[in-house]
C-alpha cells in the first residue's frame, strides 16, 4: 500500500515496497529452477537474465500506479511459474 504521494512515489512509498519487490524478485528466480518448466540449463540462465533486465527498468519507475501494476504483474507471473507454464513477457 501506498500513500505518500499522490501520483509520484515518495522516499518513504519506495521503502515501503522495498521487501515486497525484493521477495518477489527472489521468488520468481527460484522459481525458474522448477523442474517442472520444460526449460535447459541454457533457456533457464536466459530467462534468469530476463527477469533481471526486467526488475532493472522497473526499479526506474516513479509513479505510484505503475508500481502497484508492475507488482501485480510479478504476482501473477509468479502463480503461472508456480503452475509450471512460463509468462508471456519472460517466453
Do not use: C
Not at 518513504?12 to 525458474?32: F, K, P, T
Not at 507488482?71 to 509450471?84: F, H, P, Q, T
Amino acid at each position: 500500500m501506498m500513500s505518500g504521494g499522490l501520483i509520484w512515489a515518495t522516499a518513504e512509498d519506495l521503502a515501503r515496497n522495498r521487501g515486497r519487490v525484493l521477495s518477489l524478485y527472489r521468488q520468481i528466480l527460484r522459481s525458474i529452477n522448477s523442474p517442472n518448466l520444460p526449460l535447459n540449463l541454457a533457456a533457464r540462465l536466459a530467462k534468469k537474465a530476463e527477469v533481471r533486465a526486467i526488475f532493472m527498468l522497473a526499479s526506474e519507475e516513479r509513479s505510484l500506479h505503475n508500481i502497484e501494476d508492475l507488482i501485480d504483474a510479478a504476482n501473477y507471473s509468479l502463480s503461472l511459474l508456480r503452475k509450471g507454464e512460463i509468462p508471456k513477457y519472460i517466453q
